[in-house]
Every structure is written in C-alpha cells, then in structure tokens.
C-alpha cells in the first residue's frame, strides 16, 4: 500500500490550506489518518476517518479542520481553516485496517504511511 500526501505550503495565520492523501488501493474497511510532527516535538495526530464515515478530530482542530473522503479517487482530504502558527508542521498520512474505533489517535495503530508534506504558517 502506498501513500502520497500533497497540498502542503505557505499560508498566512487565518488562512486555508487543503491537504490530500492519495491511497494505492481503497481502505473501505479501515482508517486514514492525519498525523503532525514539527521540528523538536512529538508527533501528534490531527484527524481521521473511519470506514469512510467517521470522522475523528483532535481537539486543537476541532472546528477548523474537517476531514473527507472521496472514495472514487481513494482520497481522503483535511481541510484546514483559520490557521495558526502553532499548526505548522510536517504533516502525514496514514492507514490501517479495521474499522474499530480504539487507538485511533495513535500512530503506532498505522503500518502504512505517506511522506510528509509540509505546511508553513507565517505570523
């Protein structure tokens, strides 16, 4: 299974960038993930979709990024609004089977990954 992540770049605080994650095949059953990591700090996860139905949100996005799926091109997108400084970073996607809801927040949940892409958020 293979990963490509795109859409990074550089916005202003306040503004939108729309990030895609392309899979080699459809994860029907399973979850992508949106996962961060910037320089010096952990990384930590953003959002997911489960089945293609589910959407989950950690909560320093929660209403400002939203998570969607189009299962057509098995692409999963992350909308990001009113960005802050504090959301840049490089972001990743990445997949997994199964559809439960547990540990969906944690990347050790996820075997396949994308290369990152990054996303500058100026001041």
């Known amino acids: 299974v293979q990963l490509q992540a795109s859409g990074g770049g550089l916005v202003q605080a306040g503004g939108s960038l729309r990030l895609s994650c392309e899979a080699s095949?459809?994860?029907?059953?399973?979850?992508i993930g949106w996962f961060r990591q910037a320089p010096g700090s952990e990384r930590e996860f953003v959002a997911a979709?489960?089945?293609?139905?589910?959407?989950v949100y950690a909560d320093s996005v929660k209403g400002r990024f939203i998570i969607s799926n189009d299962n057509a091109k098995d692409t999963v997108y992350l909308q990001m609004n009113t960005l802050k400084p504090e959301d840049a970073a490089t972001y990743y996607c990445?997949?997994?089977?199964?559809?439960?809801?547990?540990?969906?927040?944690?990347?050790?949940?996820?075997?396949?990954w994308g290369q990152g892409t990054q996303v500058t958020v100026s001041s």
């Open positions: 095949r459809i994860f029907s059953g399973g979850a």
């Open positions: 990445a997949a997994r089977q199964g559809s439960y809801y547990a540990r969906v927040v944690s990347g050790d949940e996820y075997p396949y």
């Open positions: 979709m489960i089945s293609g139905r589910r959407a």
